[in-house]
């Protein structure tokens, strides 16, 4: 027998449980799965968690607004509801045939997530998901309906009662009970109420007209004007306090012709592509045998890939700028905000900008804390085997690690509950549900036709649709849902996973195998990342590499050098071309082509790096397409013959050169008076300054000095690459339990049903050897030790099952349904009908033992 079928109707939610399938179950517990945290014991335990408060609000969030519309129509309907009444509070008098085709499935929604129970002509709203839903003073519904008639009078005297009946021309009562289902009756009988309503003043009318789709609830003063008063002696308006009326539902439902919302909404908002890609459409229209969508995938999979490699340089940038040991750590944790600053400066983008790629770099596991006394942010060692990667590989492990990530770099910057900032990489970003939302914001971009732009409005309406207690329908402006929707948006099209807008076909791949989907709260499972002993990417990430990989540019091995001393990379350049040309050269801009300036700062950086002038040259004219300017060689040339002619050491610090004019013009610079020099010889100068301090001050001055060893040999600088200890990503914070996996949840039927079939096993009663009385329902069995062995050695014997009593190690009492198979040294083994499985029981713990009236076996 099903829930829906005939029969005994059930009388509790647990009785309506047994009445299900075991798929039913299973779909319950998997819409539902906070409810196997644990596993319920029985079917009255599923229910009974089924009912609490946390879990009945979870799965009404979780319900798209029509559903939940269902449920509030339900809430505003008397108890037990038909479905016929639920229809009519939905469609109203005149009908809506989208709501009456939808309302089945919104009906059997809420019946398979076990808020609602009951036959069709008995439908039952769980409790507690009426005492959330149902309109009341404190918390107002969405239907804006008041209270009924009869809790609306409840502490209203029966006198007063009688005067409204009386003058709403209904006879007198001998009860108050009476009175108010007589003004029940008059609300809810449509001729009657229309005739009622034809006598009202105008003024009244607009009164109600006012009310009538709430807030249901008004004002008045001590001597109320005549059109309320009407109201009030009609019983159209009731007193909740002194200076409070409220607009009973009755009548409320009479005014709106039978609605319980103003406005129904049975089909989810279309998602409409942006205007800009209409106006392309029409005008391709325009142009004979022209076709709206020819060429944009195209175009929309090369701008995706620019904007991927452009991801890759962002990010590998950023660890060559933290490379000798980033920003130090706050004492709370995170970047402080100077530092985000500066490192938003060196990626020439804006502070927003620089907080995701410093969060996607560390959702990626390339950059961490190195966990010292004086704890700052560098690349981990996975960074090291990074650039060997395919660039396809790299750009899906990042986007795989941003698709799954918790952690939410659009908070950065915004204050938590406390007034206190949240700081990138700082403990406070983990958001649970943001994965699902970038997840199903993709899901809605694929649904388009490829190559079509969303129009972001209609992305966030249709959000608000499927979530709508997550958002404005709840009364929450600042809806995270919608900010996460949006920075997704913001930052599929930074990373290259959509090109203008729309999705691309590696983002179409990444997506299509990715665990989780958007119909639960899956736990995204972090990536394998670069440097993890086997780490592979998954289907869907190797897809997205293969799709993305045509689309790359292939890396060039020769520049264009210009007259201004700039060089232009036409497109990425082959690693060790980048990594000369980046410490011989300034960055500056970047995009299709990136642009490097030479400096003499640039140029002396190369030469600290124990480049001579003739390999420099030698370098420049082999990877140039075009001559080596003129001005680039003497740049060249008279930043070598200026350096290492003033050599530093350390004294604390001297500086010595063999022409004793240049120290001369060093002591007489005012700059140089913060150094503190003095001459020790005629071509030497000492300072108390250290070698470095020393350095960077003659530097500042324009000069070239070098530094030598204490042998007089000149120091070549390169770059200490400073790296944390093995790190993993950070572990994604899921929101809520995990959808379980099917042999999960075949498992957990099993359980619950067995552990049902033992708690309602018909038992055969026996007395107690000590008090020689029958053990009442919740009782354990009590038997002596020689009565239990003989009873359990005669089930072995005949296969017959028993009911016991078992106190397990830790002193907790349950009580089982077993058959017992062996009984042998103080053990019987037998199969445990309660945990569906064969287990070993210590004959010392059995307390007693029952035979069973009716053997489940």
């Given at each position: 027998?099903s829930?829906?079928s005939?029969g ?5 939610l ?7 399938d075991d798929?039913?179950l ?6 539902r799965?906070?409810?196997?945290s644990?596993?319920?014991?029985d079917?009255?335990q ?6 609490t408060?946390?879990s009945?609000?979870r799965?009404?969030e ?9 449920a ?12 016929e009444?639920?229809?009519?509070l939905m469609?109203?008098d ?5 709501v009456?085709a ?12 076990a808020?609602?129970?009951g ?5 039952r709203?769980?409790?507690t ?11 107002p519904?969405?239907?804006g ?5 009869a809790?609306a ?5 029966p ?6 009946i009386t003058t709403?021309?209904l ?7 009476s009175a108010?289902?007589?003004l ?9 109420m ?5 006598t ?5 009318l607009?009164v109600?007209d006012r009310l009538v789709w709430?807030?249901?609830y ?7 004007a ?9 019983g159209?308006?009731l ?5 409070t009326?409220v ?5 409320a ?5 039978g609605?319980?919302?103003r406005?129904?909404?049975?089909e ?5 592509p ?9 005008a391709?229209s325009a142009v ?5 969508s ?18 890759l ?13 980033g920003?130090?750590v706050l ?5 402080s905000v100077?530092?985000l600053?500066r490192?938003a ?17 560390y ?8 966990g ?7 690349p981990t060692?996975a960074?090291?085997?990074?650039p060997d990667l395919p660039?396809?590989?790299r750009?899906?492990r990042?986007a795989?690690a941003w ?17 206190r900032?949240?700081?990138?990489l ?9 994965p699902?939302?970038r997840?199903?914001v993709?899901d809605?971009l694929?649904?388009l036709?490829?190559?079509t732009?969303?129009d ?5 309406a249709?959000l ?5 207690l997550?958002?404005t329908?709840?009364?929450?402006p600042?809806d995270l849902?919608?900010r996460?929707a949006?920075?997704?948006l913001?930052e599929?099209e ?20 990715t665990?989780g ?15 993890d ?5 998954s289907?869907?990430?190797l897809r997205?590499a ?7 540019p292939e ?19 082959l690693r060790?071309?980048a ?7 300034d ?8 642009v490097?300036?030479?400096t003499?700062?640039?140029v ?7 480049q001579?002038?003739s390999d ?5 004219a082999?990877?140039s ?5 003129q001005?680039l060689s003497?740049?060249?040339d008279?930043?070598a013959?200026?350096h290492?002619?003033?050599?530093i050491g350390?004294a604390s ?5 063999d022409?004793?004019?240049?120290l001369e ?11 503190r ?6 071509t ?5 300054a250290d070698p470095?301090t020393l350095l960077?001050g ?7 000095p ?14 200490h ?10 572990a994604?914070?899921?929101d809520g339990?995990?959808?379980?996996a ?9 359980a619950?049903?067995?552990?049902d ?6 038992r055969?009663?026996l007395?107690?050897?000590v008090t020689?009385?029958?053990p ?6 009590r038997?002596?030790?020689?009565e ?7 089930a072995a014997?005949t ?6 009593g ?14 017992p198979v062996r009984?042998?040294?103080?053990f019987?083994t037998?199969y ?6 064969v ?10 033992v029952a035979?069973?009236?009716?053997d489940?076996a």
């Open positions: 027998m829930e829906r005939g005994t109707p059930p009388r509790t647990a009785e309506a449980l047994r009445t299900r798929d039913a299973a779909a319950l517990l998997r819409a799965p906070d409810l196997l644990p596993v319920p014991n079917l009255g599923l229910a009974t968690r089924a009912g408060r946390a009945v609000m799965a009404l979780r319900l798209d607004r029509f559903t939940l519309q269902t509030e129509a339900l809430a505003a309907a008397a108890e037990p509801a038909s479905y009444g639920v229809r009519a469609t109203g005149e009908g809506d045939p989208r009456e939808a309302l089945p499935r919104a009906v059997d929604a809420l019946r398979e997530q808020l609602i129970w036959a069709d002509d008995r439908l709203l769980v409790r998901a009426r005492e959330i839903l149902a309109p009341s003073p404190g918390h519904s969405p239907t309906l008041g209270p009924t008639v809790e009078t409840a502490g209203m005297s006198g007063r009662l009688q005067e409204i709403a021309g006879p007198s009562t001998h009860d108050p009970v108010v289902a007589a029940t009756t008059l609300f809810t009988d449509r001729t009657r229309a005739a009622l309503l034809d009202a003043p105008s003024e009244s607009a109600l709430g807030p249901p008004g004002e008045i003063t001590s001597k109320p005549p059109p309320v008063q009407w109201l009030r002696d009609h159209l308006l007193p909740t306090s002194t200076r009326v607009l009973p539902r009755e009548a439902l009479h005014l709106r012709g609605r319980a919302h406005h129904t909404e049975p989810p908002p279309e998602i409409l942006h205007p800009s890609a209409v106006s392309v459409a029409s391709a004979p045998g022209a076709s709206a020819a060429g944009r995938p195209q175009v929309v999979d090369s701008a995706a890939a620019a904007q991927a490699y452009t991801a340089e962002t990010v590998e940038e950023l660890a060559r700028e933290w490379n000798e040991g920003p130090n004492r709370a944790g995170g970047l100077r530092d600053k490192t400066t060196a990626l020439d983008v804006t502070e927003p900008v620089a907080a995701f790629w410093v969060e996607l770099a959702a990626a596991g390339l950059l961490a804390a190195d010292q006394a004086d704890e700052r942010y560098a060692p960074y090291d085997e990074w660039p396809a590989e750009w899906a990042l795989a698709l799954t990530a918790t952690r939410t770099a659009g908070l950065v910057g915004s204050q938590d509950s406390k007034g900032t949240l700081a990138a700082g403990p406070d970003l983990d958001r649970g549900s943001a699902e939302v997840r199903h993709l809605l694929a649904s036709p490829e190559g732009a969303p972001a409005e209609s992305v966030l249709r608000r649709w499927e979530r709508p997550r958002g329908a709840a009364n929450r600042e849902r919608a996460v949006a920075w997704t913001n599929a930074m990373l290259g996973v959509t090109g203008r807008g729309a999705l691309s076909s590696h983002g179409r791949a990444l997506i299509a195998e665990p989907g958007t119909g639960g709260t899956a736990v995204p499972k972090p990536v394998s990342r670069a440097g002993s086997g780490a592979e990417l289907v869907g990430g997205a293969h799709a993305l990989a045509p689309h790359l890396p060039l091995d020769h520049v264009l050098l210009q007259a201004d001393l700039t060089a232009v990379a036409p497109g990425p350049l060790p071309l990594e000369t040309l980046s410490v011989l050269a960055v500056e801009s970047r995009g299709g082509a990136t490097y300036r030479f003499p700062a640039s002396r950086r190369a030469l600290d790096a124990g001579a002038a420099l040259h030698a370098f420049l082999a990877h397409r075009t001559p080596v300017p001005p003497y740049l060249i008279d930043m013959r200026r290492g002619h003033l050599r350390s610090a001297y500086v010595r050169c022409d004793e004019a240049v013009e060093i002591l007489a610079d005012r700059r140089s008076g913060a150094l020099l003095r001459r020790l010889a005629p030497v100068l000492a300072t108390q470095r960077e003659l530097r500042a001055m324009g000069l070239a070098t530094a030598e060893s204490p042998e007089g040999d000149v120091l070549v600088t390169r770059a690459a400073h790296r944390t200890p093995p790190r993993t990503p950070p994604p914070v899921p339990p995990p959808v379980p099917p042999t999960l949840l075949g498992a957990a039927v099993r619950i049903r067995a552990g079939q033992a708690a309602n096993a018909v055969a009663t007395p107690d050897p020689s009385t029958a009442t329902g919740g009782e354990l069995p038997t002596a030790p020689a239990t062995l003989a009873t359990v050695q005669a014997l296969g017959s099952a028993v009911w016991i078992y106190v397990n190690a830790e002193g907790a009492a349950s009580q089982r349904v077993i058959a009984v042998e040294g103080g019987v037998a445990d009908h309660t945990a569906d499985e287990r070993t029981y210590p004959l010392h713990r059995i307390t007693g035979e069973l009236a009716d489940p």
